[in-house]
Structure formats: C-alpha cells, structure tokens
C-alpha cells in the first residue's frame, strides 16, 4: 500500500511539472513516509434497530525537509466538518461517499539536541484530548508544541489559538473553536513506574490539571500494570468544580489477561474531558462511559484469552452506578472474538446486552475491520 501511494504521489507531481521544485523528483518522492488506518464498522442496536455502516481513512505523511526540519500532513476521509468517522444509516442514507479534508499541516525542528517543537496545525496529543483514532473525533489546533527531554523527565508546553473542539468532542456547546488553549506538563518514568501531570487552561471555557501514575511490574509467571488517575476541571462560566478519580489494574498471565477499573466523579460534577475516550475519563469497553455526571461510580471488568496466535477471545462487564435523580442505572455484558490476521490487519466481532434501569435490555452487536499501513 506504502508503494502505491508513493507512485499516486509521483504521479500528481509530474503532472503538475518538475520544475517547481529544484529538487529531484525521485529524491524527493524518497524522502515520504506513508502511513495510515482505514477502517470500517457496523453497529447493530436494539430495540431501535439503530443500524450504521461506519468508514474512516487517515493517511499520513512525513518528509524530510533538511536535516533540522521536517513537514507533516494528514489527509482524512470521514464525515464533513470533523475527524470523526462517516456514520450511515442503513436504513434511512444512500451509500455517500466519504468527505475528504486536511486535518495536520505543521513543521517539526530538531535542530536542537533534546528539544522539539512543533509549528502549525497538529494533533493535539494531551490528557484531556484525543490525537488519533482510526474511527472516532480527533482534536486538532493551530499553534506551537515544545517537547524537551531531560533524563527520565519529558517537559511539555504548548499553546493553540484555534481548536476544532466546537466540532470535535464533547464540549461542542462550550466553545466557538478560536478560545485560546495553553497546555502545560511533566511525565517521567523511574524503574518502571511513570508520572505525568499537565495543566491546560481554555481561555473563558475552563481550567483543568491531572495527575497520573502507572506501572509495569513483573512477578515471575504474572505481569501486573496498576494504574491511577485524579482529574479537576473548573469551568468558568459555573460554580462547579468537576472531578474524576479512577484506579485501575492489568494483568497478564500466559495467554490469559484481565483487567479491572474503578472510578468516581465529584458530587458536583464529573465532565473532566474535551473528549470523552481521553485518559483523563473513563471509557474502557463499549457503550458504558463516564458521561460527566455528578455522584457517579464507574466499574469495569474484562477477562481474555489468546486461544491461538491469531485468535483472542474475551468477555466484558460495564456498570455505572448514579446517585443524581433522573440518571438511570446502566450495565452492559458482551463478549468478543477477534481475529488478528497479521500485524497491520485485525477484525473483531461483538455481541452482548445493554440494560438500562426503567427501560427493557437491549440487543447490541458489532462488526470492526482495520487495517494500518
């Protein structure tokens, strides 16, 4: 796939003439990494008979500008006006074509040993938010990301003065997209265990900071991965202050693994997120999600097995628990096969039960296909 994208893009460009470059064309075209997702999903709920055909294409590329800088871009294929993915209702949307749009144009400089920054627009890689995802939102901005490594610390700061969070996310509501963000943070890693903690401040939306640690141990015949996370977010324009905290504990034991997670949300509030699949929320399995409610108590819990090189198989509870009038109780219970044909092809399958107190349990399934490239 790499080869063919290299030779459409050799192709555009004698198109359009050599001489706009004084580069060799064949130097040039060298120089480009390709990389990507693409991916498709169907989901099936019921009692609605909610059904959709989902599609998302993300291609990346990365050239070498000089020894010091280098340019990326990523091209997307998904839905009009966001890095989401194209969603279509079986029943009620003709098969549209995906809309295409340019969602990364930035330059990376080097130049100086340990330090790297970033100018342009860019992913926007934090706690709150979420980069990359083959099928979902992506948040983006315009501005400048210094990364500076010093020993086992990593220093982190950033400013953006445009965002896509009034697209892109859950606080759509809250923000035109041109509130300027600054993003401010520290992660390091000390035998084993890492630390972060970030503050961000979006300019008359919010204030926020987290604090996290996680670990990778290994006992003999059993590894273990603790984990835990204490998340605050002001939001200027109320009186609540919101918070979330979550432990959490992998493990892994020849072809078997398990993980377990619990959390809590302020009795104020718990919307401690631009996006809601962030590390700073709790979204672990599949429709059960810490959704910012107040007095809320989140619990997850999976087991799996490799029953071949190729072939995992797992079941899954989610339960969340609310104590504020009129959020009712819901828990779900699936299980899953997937199936990893090699290392950049992967499907899986899943069907189980969603139950939502003071309504009837509902039918849900699924079918996933990704390819990375």
Do not use: C
Request: aromatic letters at 10%; hydrophobic letters at 40%.
């Amino acid at each position: 796939m790499t080869k063919i994208v290299k030779m459409s893009l050799i192709a555009a460009i004698a198109v359009a003439g050599t001489t706009a470059s004084a580069q060799p064309l064949a130097e040039a075209i060298k120089n480009v990494d390709v990389s990507g997702t693409a991916a498709y999903r169907y989901n099936d709920y019921e009692p609605s008979n909610s059904t959709s055909n989902n599609y998302k294409v993300a291609i990346d590329l990365k050239s070498k500008v000089n020894d010091d800088v280098t340019f990326n871009t990523r091209i997307q294929a998904g839905k009009e006006g966001s890095t989401a993915n194209a969603s279509l209702n079986t029943s009620n949307a003709a098969d549209t074509n995906l809309d295409i749009e340019v969602s990364e144009v930035n330059f990376v400089y080097t130049g100086v040993n340990n330090l790297a920054v970033t100018v342009g627009k860019q992913a926007i890689a934090t706690p709150w938010t979420v980069a990359r995802d083959a099928m979902g939102d992506e948040q983006t901005g315009t501005g400048a990301l210094a990364v500076y490594n010093v020993g086992p610390v990593t220093l982190v700061g950033a400013y953006f003065n445009q965002t896509n969070f009034n697209n892109s996310g859950d606080i759509t509501t809250l923000t035109n997209g041109s509130d300027d963000i600054y993003v401010l943070g520290a992660m390091g890693s000390f035998s084993g265990v890492s630390v972060d903690a970030f503050y961000a401040d979006l300019n008359d939306v919010f204030d926020s900071y987290t604090v996290g640690v996680s670990g990778n141990f290994d006992l003999g015949s059993v590894s273990l991965s603790p984990f835990a996370r204490y998340s605050s977010l002001d939001l200027d324009a109320a009186s609540n202050d919101n918070a979330l905290w979550q432990l959490g504990l992998g493990a892994k034991m020849g072809i078997f693994s398990a993980f377990a997670a619990y959390g809590e949300s302020d009795d104020e509030g718990g919307v401690v997120y631009i996006d809601s699949g962030s590390k700073t929320n709790m979204d672990y399995h599949w429709r059960i999600t810490a959704g910012g409610q107040a007095d809320a108590a989140y619990t997850y819990i999976h087991a799996t097995a490799d029953v071949t090189e190729k072939v995992n198989v797992g079941l899954f509870y989610s339960d969340a628990d609310y104590d504020t009038a009129g959020d009712n109780d819901a828990n779900e219970v699936y299980g899953q096969v997937k199936y990893k044909m090699s290392n950049n092809f992967t499907t899986y399958v899943r069907y189980g039960q969603l139950d939502v107190d003071g309504s009837s349990k509902a039918n849900m399934g699924r079918v996933h296909v990704q390819y990375s490239f």
